[in-house]
């Protein structure tokens, strides 16, 4: 079983800086994904970013690009998401995600941390 154990969402004005931090626990696949996906009250999860990992290049909405970037520790399975100039409409709750992966990049199990809240107001 793998756990995921976010930190760091919280209150922060308009155009503040949050840093969200993800650390994986237990039994995880040696080849494997991690990102962050975003959920407002009433909608669907969103995808944030992402670490693709055959290239290690990072993915991000079109929303956040140029203000949000995500990093990792191969070693430490964890990853941040550095938030920058946060707008109201970036106030969700963000959750941090690890895709087990196979020998061909399908995903085995996808598992979730509990989610931290992100509020951006004045």
């Known amino acids: 079983q793998v756990q995921l154990v976010e930190s760091g969402g919280g209150l922060v004005q308009p155009g503040g800086s949050l840093r969200l931090g993800c650390v994986a626990s237990?039994?995880?696949?040696?080849?494997?994904?991690m990102g962050w996906y975003r959920q407002i009250p009433g909608k669907q999860r969103t995808l944030v970013a992402t670490?693709?990992?055959?290239?290690?290049?990072?993915l991000y909405a079109d929303s956040v690009k140029g203000r949000f970037a995500i990093s990792r520790n191969n070693s430490a399975n964890t990853s941040y998401l550095q938030m920058d100039s946060l707008k109201p409409e970036d106030t969700a709750v963000y959750y941090c995600?690890?895709?087990?992966?196979?020998?061909?990049?399908?995903?085995?199990?996808?598992?979730w941390g509990q989610g931290t809240q992100v509020t951006v107001s004045s």
């Open positions: 237990g039994i995880i696949n040696s080849y494997n994904a």
């Open positions: 670490i693709t990992p055959r290239t290690g290049s990072a």
């Open positions: 995600y690890l895709d087990a992966l196979d020998q061909y990049g399908n995903i085995v199990q996808r598992y």
